[in-house]
Nanobody, 127 residues
Framework: QVQLVESGGGLVQTGGSLRLSCAAS????????MGWSRQAPGKERELVAAISWSGARTYYLDSVKGRFTISRDNAKNTVYLQMNSLKPEDTAVYYC????????????????????WGQGTQVTVSS
């Protein structure tokens, strides 16, 4: 069974940094597109970053470009989201996501394209 477990969230001041981790089990992250989404109170879930199964392609939401970096460690079967220069608008629950198809072409850029999701980790940025 696919399981995705996020960690690393917390409370940080504006301008601070956090690194989120997603530990995957059941399927190798090296074979699937991986992503991070977030959902703020009263708002729709949005995809903030994604990385293709090969690592050759990445996607970032415009508002996080230059501040967030998605990466993977295939040996540890773990995906990371490094978040720098955090802003209050980044406050949300962050979810790790995995695509359902092994090594497909393209890279989905919407949260609905990812089938498997973790339980989420809260990120709160104080003003």
């Amino acid at each position: 069974q696919v399981q995705l477990v996020e960690s690393g969230g917390g409370l940080v001041q504006t301008g601070g940094s956090l690194r989120l981790s997603c530990a995957a089990s059941g399927r190798a992250v090296s074979n699937y597109h991986m992503g991070w989404s977030r959902q703020a109170p009263g708002k729709e879930r949005e995809l903030v970053a994604a990385i293709s199964w090969s690592g050759a392609r990445t996607y970032y939401l415009d508002s996080v470009k230059g501040r967030f970096t998605i990466s993977r460690d295939n040996a540890k079967n773990t995906v990371y989201l490094q978040m720098n220069s955090l802003k209050p608008e980044d406050t949300a629950v962050y979810y790790c996501a995995q695509d359902s198809t092994s090594r497909p072409p393209g890279l989905p850029t919407t949260p609905g394209a990812y089938e498997y999701w973790g339980q989420g980790t809260q990120v709160t940025v104080s003003s």
